[in-house]
DNA sequence: TATTGTTATACTCTATAACTATA
DNA sequence: TATAGTTATAGAGTATAACAATA
């Protein structure tokens, strides 16, 4: 097994380096650039601020309740386009932590209401002081008009 | 612990499940705009071309063992951002599945020499026509010309 | 010393399915 | 019946650290 091979014997070893960008056809698929765009900036926050602690999604959880204090569950994962289970393991994590807390509701007793706790209000403030520099990083290489322009373009795709 | 409310009692189960997208100034956030686009084109993918059991990414890798024949991890990692360990799980999962395998350099016995599988090949073919409806579905709501400028501005991200 | 492949390990994000309580 | 929260489970992707073989 593993020994059909289909192009026998070329090019063993003899790749190249192939210097920078080169992948082919491959280079046309813009689903390619949206992935390769999200992880550099994914790795861009995890290797300049890791110490803070919390990851972006985290933050967009905080920075939600935060603006909306009493939202429940279900709207976050909502507003967020995550599925429910997924938005209790970061709501699980975050409370667990001591940075939210919850009161359930009186008048629909299945909701429970979330709020942001002192500390969590605390760690939110450096949370986006850090995304605000992290910004400046991504937004920096664009004009106001071109980030004007991609933000209207990539709304277009999940709105 | 977890008493230490920060708003006492406002809006306690009120919050109204606030129509669609309003999510304050979290809205001005481009890598918030870039994870969400992520997050829609994987999971467009994952519900319209799961039956094929390749995600994007172990695509990309296939296509492009399929175009550099005798490419090494190292490689393959540099070319699609990725850590050494990171494509060490990708490549050896499709190996495991037959479709690449793998030949040791001659030259420098510490590489080695993929190619795909004649299995890997066919379904290659499958996976780039599921990749291409996929991009049509992705960028059939721009024009050309958007279109260009959204790959323009997007590679200005990680080049 | 540097590079390639490897293994072990761990964490985040994501989702499905099934359950409980409530509406 | 439908919704909110929960739990168990699983898989993809990512990375770090340490090791062996080779250059």
New interface residues.
């Given amino acids: ?7 026998k014997t ?6 190249p ?2 210097s920078t ?1 080169e ?4 280079d046309t ?13 994914q790795r861009h ?1 995890g290797e300049h601020f890791g110490e803070l602690g919390l990851t ?2 985290q933050i ?1 959880v905080l ?2 309740v935060g ?6 569950q279900t ?1 976050i994962a ?4 995550m599925d429910r289970a997924t938005a209790m393991t970061l709501v699980h994590a975050l ?1 667990k932590r ?1 940075l939210m ?3 359930p ?4 007793r299945r ?1 429970i ?1 979330f ?7 605390a760690l939110l403030a450096q949370a986006k002081a850090a ?1 605000t520099e ?2 400046a990083w ?2 920096g ?2 004009t106001a008009h ?2 004007k ?3 209207t ?7």
């Fill in positions: 097994m593993g020994n059909n091979r289909v192009s070329k090019n063993i070893g003899v790749e380096p192939s960008a992948i082919g056809e491959l698929i813009l689903g390619l650039h949206i992935r390769r765009v999200h992880g550099a900036v926050f972006q999604k967009s920075w939600l603006n909306h204090p009493g939202i429940a709207d909502q507003k967020l386009d409370e001591g807390c919850r009161t509701s009186e008048s629909d909701r209401a709020e942001l706790t002192l500390q969590g209000e995304i992290h910004e991504l937004t290489r664009f071109e980030l322009q991609l933000r373009l990539l709304a277009r795709i999940y709105r």
